[in-house]
Nanobody, 124 residues
Framework: QLQLVESGGGLVRPGGSLRLSCAAS????????VGWFRQAPGKEREGVSC????????NYADSVKGRFTISRDNAKNTVYLQMNNLKAEDTAVYYC?????????????????WGKGIQVTVSA
């Protein structure tokens, strides 16, 4: 059974950092692109970042470039999102996502399976 389980969310002050983790199971992890989406209250779902099966290719939304870094450990079947210099507008539920392909050149298409999500709140 395919599973994506997020962890590491919480409350952080503006300018702070968080690292999200997503433990995957039930599929050959290194064969697929994985990454993150987010959805803030009253807003559309937004692709944040993704990483190819080998980890050699990454893709970021313009809103997080330079602040967020995605990585993966294929030995641990885990993908990470390091979030630095967090802003109030980063507040959202963050979802771990599996793409249907090895790479993920377009953030908002090609997704196949979603985790349940985890809350990230940036507030003073």
């Amino acid at each position: 059974q395919l599973q994506l389980v997020e962890s590491g969310g919480g409350l952080v002050r503006p300018g702070g950092s968080l690292r999200l983790s997503c433990a995957a199971s039930g599929f050959p992890f290194s064969y697929y692109g994985v990454g993150w989406f987010r959805q803030a209250p009253g807003k559309e779902r937004e692709g944040v970042s993704c990483i190819s099966g080998s980890g050699g290719l990454t893709n970021y939304a313009d809103s997080v470039k330079g602040r967020f870094t995605i990585s993966r450990d294929n030995a641990k079947n885990t993908v990470y999102l390091q979030m630095n210099n967090l802003k109030a507008e980063d507040t959202a539920v963050y979802y771990c996502v599996k793409w249907a392909t090895y790479t993920c050149p377009v953030l908002n298409t090609g997704t196949e399976y979603w985790g349940k999500g985890i809350q990230v709140t940036v507030s003073a």
